[in-house]
Structure formats: C-alpha cells, structure tokens
C-alpha cells in the first residue's frame, strides 16, 4: 500500500505514537524492525517504544541491523522471534 497520496498530517495523525495509551494494558506488542527500512523509518519504531514504555506498556522492541522494509535478510530470525513470542504469551 502506497501513501504517496496522504498528506503528512494525515500520516501524522494515523501514527501509533499518537495513540499509543490505547493500547491494551495486558496485551504484550511485540515490534520487530530493520534499520536500512526505507519506506518506514526506524526512529519510528524507537518513539514507538518510548510512547508504550512511557506509558507502562507490556512490549518488546527488535531492531534488526541492515533489515529492509520486509526484513529480506531475516526472514528466518523474523519467524522465530514471532513464534517464540506467541508461545510465551499465548499459551
């Protein structure tokens, strides 16, 4: 999907860190990253982070070095840090 269209304050105002207190108190986030993400930058995902922590959120945040948007590189890494995350909060 391509925002190339949206104006950056709709952007802005769609972004998590703006809401980020709605998030559920007892529901674990798990975030995972790439730092060469062109398309979504990783300072995002770290005010992300600053915004749950502030905010007493259960969350783990994974920056992944030279990861793209799609996490090419790490694709088996990816899995596994998904999987194991669901099987330690949801089980």
Known sequence: ?????????ELDRRSAT????????????????GTSDTEVLASHSLELAIKLYENKKIFRLML?????????NFNQVYRESVKNWFERYLK
């Open 18 to 33: 703006k809401w980020s207190e709605k998030f559920c108190q007892t529901t674990p986030l798990l975030i995972v990253h």
């Open 64 to 72: 992944l070095e030279g990861g793209d948007h799609n996490l090419s």
């Open 1 to 9: 999907m391509a925002f190339n269209n949206e104006s950056p304050s």
